[in-house]
T-cell receptor, first 113, second 108 residues
Framework: DTEVTQTPKHLVMGMTNKKSLKCEQHMGHRAMYWYKQKAKKPPELMFVYSYEKLSINESVPSRFSPECPNSSLLNLHLHALQPEDSALYLC????????????FGPGTRLTVL | EDQVTQSPEALRLQEGESSSLNCSYTVSGLRGLFWYRQDPGKGPEFLFTLYSAGEEKEKERLKATLTKKESFLHITAPKPEDSATYLCAVLNDYKLSFGAGTTVTVRA
């Protein structure tokens, strides 16, 4: 089973709201990732977690705050977003960071009003 | 900096009309080349991983090949359900660098 799940599927929020995206995998993978994908563009890496520790932050604005409560869960906390942050947010996981196939979830479609 | 270029941008095929997609790459230390399929509004679905030149992988109507500078995804006798955007990505250290994708439309 190579399933990564994400909730919610769709999210609409105002610029003053605080919301969270959730990602879960039960494949025993030790690396988890957040990507952002704008329409008709490829995914862009935001964060990498390896063994529950943040290892890579691709210069993402602080209004995006990742969290890895345990090896199966990954959250992305959102606060004071801008309309240009509207995108498909993808979670992925791999056995280890940097050497293995990454498996993606279905994504959360985020709209910021 | 890693570069991944996919061509063509779009491909329209008649059902049964075989074709190939190209992915050329420049990377300092290739740890793997990946092909994904993505349907509109959904996450990328993993298809293949290739690690070394000369390697080939097959799955149903799809076959991926790798040379030192490029990879090809061959679609044999495509069906309408093969319509999707096909993404190529290279892994260098921790980071997957994606090409812009090829959008394939297969008409019945």
């Amino acid at each position: 089973d190579t399933e990564v799940t994400q909730t919610p599927k769709h999210l609409v929020m105002g610029m003053t709201n605080k919301k969270s995206l959730k990602c879960e995998q039960h494949m025993g993978h030790r690396a988890m990732y957040w990507y952002k994908q704008k329409a008709k563009k490829p995914p862009e890496l935001m964060f990498v977690y390896s063994y529950e520790k943040l290892s890579i932050n691709e210069s993402v604005p602080s209004r995006f705050s990742p969290e890895c409560p345990n090896s199966s869960l990954l959250n992305l906390h959102l606060h004071a977003l801008q309309p240009e942050d509207s995108a498909l947010y993808l979670c992925a996981s791999s056995q280890e960071a940097g050497i293995d196939t990454q498996y993606f979830g279905p994504g959360t479609r985020l709209t910021v009003l | 900096e890693d570069q991944v270029t996919q061509s063509p941008e779009a491909l329209r095929l008649q059902e049964g009309e075989s074709s190939s997609l190209n992915c050329s790459y420049t990377v300092s230390g290739l740890r793997g080349l990946f092909w994904y399929r993505q349907d509109p509004g959904k996450g990328p679905e993993f298809l293949f991983t290739l690690y070394s030149a000369g390697e080939e992988k097959e799955k149903e109507r799809l076959k991926a090949t790798l040379t030192k500078k490029e990879s090809f995804l061959h679609i044999t006798a495509p069906k309408p359900e093969d319509s999707a955007t096909y993404l190529c990505a290279v892994l260098n250290d921790y980071k997957l660098s994606f090409g812009a994708g090829t959008t394939v439309t297969v008409r019945a």
